[in-house]
């Protein structure tokens, strides 16, 4: 059965500037192995620690993008060919085209088929097209419409609706003003108004944008979707591979803090920003830690039980052999070796599998007591992770449940029975 393409598109909704929706939002395009969380400074001391991947600035602009001062350094820059960067076409996509613009410049990422189909797809385009491409595809919208709240998904559609109702207002308008002389309904002034448009009643509401940055193709790149000519080059990386993704922050720290200098000038006695940094999975990685010490567990007790034919367990800590029984359980895992994550996983446990068969015998017993005391910090950073998954999961739902059929349900139950009327007595 052929797929239905969407031609026409539809609204993106709000999103908060949450790490938990953003990495929601990152399962929900397809993308293994990464998760965003949020950082309070870009100093050293804050940032590395975490493997950063990519960097999102989310920070107040203007209303209306075209009325931003121009850029003078908004040229095509031929370097930047090779960066995949979508212009941003739709108002509110900014969260989704800002994970996009980040995810597809990383080159040992985990992508669904049908996000590595778009990004192969949409390789050879303009920016201009990446970014038509991106606000049209199904898929993408879906997902960045999951983690809105329903309100905000029915205001997208509602401000959608108003404003085609508008255009078709404008077009009758401009039909009439050039029909034939004879049909033209003459103004008072002499010549027709011109249509202004509407403000929307309400108040003032702050419009927040995104700005990706990422090391792509031996360089930083700035990768705001607002400009329409491309990345912007922040500094050249000195180095390639494992060197380049500890030595991009140097580059890039720079740029970010004239970004929220920036911010606060216009806003002093607020906090106007946060930055989010894509990192590589956490909750993976404490995995990888913990499945490794049950391989070392495995062959520990194999060369005790061959070095020790009468029994290996005296010549250990018994503190730590009572502990033994469960300390490689979690609350998903048993104590059984179980699935890994990392590329590189085999090639060090063989490496680690090699050292045990060479340790002396007479080592055996201090190696083992090692691998169970590692194991206790290894457990609780993993059943950390999982925690703050459940807790992000729930924030999700309930950031995402409409309540509204219920409250309509629930408040017409109420005016049936009779109980409505002297429920706002008694309030009044």
Not at 303 to 331: C, H, I, M
Not at 417 to 427: I, M, Q, Y
């Amino acid at each position: 059965m052929s797929e239905t393409i969407d031609l026409v598109g539809g609204p993106f909704a709000v999103v908060e500037s949450d790490p938990g929706a953003f990495t929601i939002l990152l399962r929900k395009l397809g993308v293994r192995g990464l998760e965003v969380v949020e950082i309070y400074d870009i100093e050293p001391w804050a940032v590395n620690h975490l493997d950063i991947r990519g960097l999102i600035f989310c920070y107040p602009c203007a209303d209306d993008p075209s009325e931003a001062k121009p850029d003078y350094l908004d040229f095509p820059d031929p370097d930047a060919e090779a960066v995949w960067y979508a212009h941003q076409l739709s108002t509110d996509a900014c969260a989704s085209q800002a994970i996009l613009n980040v995810v597809l410049n990383l080159d040992d990422v985990k992508l669904s088929p049908e996000l590595k189909a778009f990004h192969d797809d949409t390789r050879q385009m303009d920016p201009l097209m990446k970014g038509l491409a991106a606000t049209n595809c199904a898929f993408i919208r879906d997902a960045h419409n999951s983690i809105a709240r329903p309100a905000d998904v029915r205001g997208a559609m509602h401000a959608l609706a108003t404003a085609s109702l508008e255009f078709s207002k404008s077009l009758k308008v401009a039909s009439r003003a050039n029909g034939p002389p004879a049909k033209r309904r003459r103004q008072a002034t002499g010549s027709p108004k011109k249509l202004q448009p509407q403000p929307v009643s309400g108040g003032e509401q702050d419009v927040f944008h995104y700005i990706g940055f990422v090391p792509a193709h031996g360089k930083v790149w700035q990768l705001d979707g607002l400009r329409a000519s491309g990345p912007l080059e922040v500094g050249e990386l000195p180095a390639d591979g494992p060197a380049a993704r500890r030595q991009w922050m140097d580059i890039v720290r720079p740029a970010i803090k004239m970004k929220m200098q920036q911010v606060q000038t216009n806003a002093p006695d607020q906090l106007r920003y946060n930055l989010l940094a894509v990192v590589g999975d956490r909750y993976q990685k404490a995995s990888d830690v913990l499945e490794m010490l049950k391989r070392e567990r495995n062959q520990l007790e194999r060369r005790l039980s061959e070095e020790y034919p009468g029994g290996w367990r005296d010549n250990v800590d018994s503190v730590l052999l009572a502990e033994a029984s469960t300390v490689f359980e979690t609350s998903l895992q048993s104590s059984v070796p179980g699935n890994t994550f990392a590329q590189d996983f085999a090639s060090r446990k063989l490496a680690q599998e090699m050292r045990i068969l060479d340790m002396p015998a007479r080592a055996l017993p201090a190696a083992w007591n090692d691998c169970i005391r590692a194991a206790i910090p290894a457990k609780t950073a993993l059943e950390e992770e999982i925690a703050t998954a459940k807790r992000g999961y729930t924030e999700h739902l309930s950031r995402t449940f409409d309540y509204e059929p219920f409250l309509q349900t629930f408040i017409t139950c109420q005016q049936n029975e009779g109980l409505l009327d002297s429920a706002l007595k008694d309030k009044s």
